[in-house]
Nanobody, 124 residues
């Protein structure tokens, strides 16, 4: 069983930055991992994902040029650096992981493990 714990959310003004972290256990070096978000009253939305070896990644069009996903396999941690935040980025952000050695995917149904989420609120 994989456990994922997100942190780093908070309240920030538009144009500001936040860095989300997702601590995983046990080791996730062989797992594709991603970030999703869900705003109140809206469906869950893909944000970004990175393959297990960091060789490939995907980013939603809405965050390209602003958000950067990265991972430190030695620390079993996934990151999401969020810059130039906008009010429409306000949502609960979730970390997710696939079973081992799966390809990167933007489809939430492909992910097998989910964290509890961290709230990001961007004020205008």
């Amino acid at each position: 069983q994989v456990q994922l714990v997100e942190s780093g959310g908070g309240l920030v003004q538009a144009g500001g930055s936040l860095r989300l972290s997702c601590a995983a256990s046990p080791r996730t070096v062989s797992r594709t991992m991603g970030w999703f978000r869900q705003a109140p009253g809206k469906v869950r939305e893909f944000v970004a994902a990175m393959s297990w070896n960091g060789g490939s990644g995907l980013n939603a069009d809405s965050v390209k040029g602003r958000f950067t996903i990265s991972r430190d396999n030695a620390k079993n941690t996934l990151y999401l650096q969020m810059n130039s935040l906008k009010p429409e980025d306000t949502a609960m952000y979730y970390c997710a992981a696939r079973k081992t050695f799966r390809a990167v995917s933007a489809n939430g149904a492909d992910y097998d493990y989910w964290g509890q989420g961290t709230q990001v609120t961007v004020s205008s």
